[in-house]
């Protein structure tokens, strides 16, 4: 994002003159294990979904409320885990939400109800919107003290061990419980965040460089966060929708593509998990190539083009009629999804400052919410293939909704 790019160069022997030091290396390198264990941890829950469903006798709806409780803990948590970080700062309160989702992700598989699952999905849940937020927030701040601009390759780890993750259980599906699968995954989990945790509960949070206080400074010298209002409130919320979109579309992909390729084309289920190992293979290989695409495209082209293939790929991998083509579709709905929505949080950045960034998150993360419980009622009113296509529809809508904003600008005064 434009706002972390450029972050103000250190004062020598001002606060920040420390930036240079080579534990910010050390520091990134257990942010990135982090950030792959997050999306190696959610993909191996991912790909038991199937089975689950069938051990807890679930319908489509009674599986998507249950999948809401995810969706919900995360969303709930994300408002909380700011304030966490503010008091105890962001590296512990990493640490330790890491910790509670490796323990947490071995609670599905112990249910044998609906309403069961729904509970511990939420504990789940919380737990990774938690890791999700604080890890964010030591990565903001990692970027702002090396002065480059390194957050897109966190995200690729996030993927990364998506793919990975899927991957492994798409093996182990096949003669793994569940149980036997998650229970391992926790194991796994808590290993990583004992051998990763210490460097990020040695050292606190670098600090950047800033300007001396004054007006726009908030009281240690940062600037104070513009509030929304009028115009500027209405833009921010459009490019909000947009990350929307994407969230929806990546929430569907992650908890419905495994059944759809299951269920629907009668895949193996060590090859119903891979359909989510090529979507976060394409995502991360999308996210890598994303600072040269803006390069070469600009923001805009760069949304309508992803808004566009995206919404080609989910129609091809919810109507394919094999599954080798539903996995083309999907591998091509990552490529499309993969820079939608840090495009148009850094737009909305661009736009109204941090405030702009919180807001538009905010929104995005409704995709989140509401995908879930979406996909699941109209699978049961009509067919789980239609009610994928509502992901190329919002994917769709994304890009024309990018275009329209094509010139968007707050004037002075907001």
């Not at 240079?20 to 190696?40: E, I, Q």
């Not at 191996?44 to 199937?50: D, E, K, M, S």
Request: glycine residues 14%.
């Amino acid at each position: 994002m434009p706002l972390l790019n450029k972050p103000r160069t250190a004062v020598p022997g001002g606060p920040g003159a420390h930036i240079a030091s080579p534990s910010l290396s050390r520091l990134r390198t257990a942010l990135t294990v982090f950030f792959a264990l997050d999306g190696f941890l959610f993909a191996g829950w991912v790909v038991r979904i199937p089975a689950i469903k069938e051990q807890t006798g679930s319908s489509a709806s009674d599986l998507g409320l249950a999948l809401l409780g995810v969706s919900a803990g995360a969303v709930v948590t994300m408002t909380l885990t700011g304030r966490l970080c503010r008091r105890y700062g962001s590296h512990p309160v990493t640490v330790v939400s890491g910790a509670m989702m490796s323990l947490s992700i071995a609670l599905p598989p112990l249910t044998h109800s609906t309403l069961a699952l729904g509970l511990v999905l939420l504990v789940f849940g919380a737990a990774y919107g938690g890791v999700n937020v604080a890890m964010n927030s030591a990565a903001v701040d990692l970027v702002a003290a090396m002065r480059r601009p390194v957050m897109p390759s966190f995200h690729a780890a996030f993927s990364l061990g998506g793919m990975i993750g899927a991957g492994l259980g798409g093996l182990v599906a096949g003669g793994l419980s569940p149980t036997a699968h998650l229970i391992t995954l926790t194991a796994i989990g808590l290993l990583v965040t004992a051998a990763a945790g210490p460097v990020l509960l040695r050292h606190p949070a670098p600090v950047a460089g800033h300007a001396a206080k004054g007006p726009g400074k908030d009281p240690a010298g940062n600037p104070a966060p513009r509030r929304l209002k009028g115009r500027t409130r209405r833009i921010v919320i459009l490019f909000g929708v947009i990350a929307l979109c994407t969230a929806y579309g990546e929430g569907a992909m992650a908890e419905w593509g495994a059944l759809h390729l299951e269920q629907d084309l009668h895949a193996h289920a060590g090859i119903a998990a891979a359909g989510y190992s090529l979507f976060a293979l394409a995502m991360t290989a999308g996210r890598l190539s994303g600072t040269a695409l803006l390069e070469r495209l600009g923001q805009t082209r760069t949304l309508v083009a992803g808004g566009t293939t995206a919404a080609a790929g989910m129609l091809l991998g919810a109507l394919a009629p094999t599954v080798w083509l539903a996995l083309l579709g999907f591998a091509v709905t990552g490529l499309g999804l993969a820079n939608i929505f840090p495009v148009a949080v850094a737009r909305a950045g661009a736009l109204a400052g941090p405030g702009g960034v919180a807001a538009a998150s905010t929104v995005g993360y409704g995709g989140m919410l509401l995908g879930p419980p979406s996909i699941g009622f109209l699978a049961d009113w009509f067919s789980l293939p239609v009610a994928l296509t509502t992901v190329a529809a919002l994917a769709g809508g994304a890009a024309l909704i990018g275009y329209s904003a094509r010139k968007a600008s707050v004037p002075q005064g907001g």
